[in-house]
């Protein structure tokens, strides 16, 4: 959510990379539910006005069980 203010009211239009890491406390959790909780909480924040226009996706999953996080750009393209 800290990094959400970051990009809110920027308003990407244009297509889009979207760079994240996602620094989870365990092995189980699955990326791709991390991947559409972001890009619709940035399509709400007014980031970017649709996560479709979204042409590439770089994703890690890291393990980190003392500080889970996620970390994110947006490139315009």
Do not use: T
């Not at 620094?23 to 399509?43: A, G, I, M």
């Not at 924040?45 to 003392?66: F, M, T």
Request: glycine fraction near 2%; proline fraction near 4%; charge should be positive.
């Amino acid at each position: 959510m800290l990094q959400m203010s970051e990009y809110k009211y920027h308003l990407i239009e244009s297509n889009f990379k979207f760079i994240i890491d996602v620094y989870y406390d365990s092995r189980r959790p699955d990326l791709d539910n991390s991947l559409k909780v972001v890009l619709d909480c940035l399509q709400k924040s007014g980031a970017i006005k649709n996560d479709n226009k979204c042409l590439e996706i770089v994703a890690k999953k890291h393990l980190d069980k003392d500080n889970p996080r996620v970390k994110f750009s947006i490139l315009p393209l």
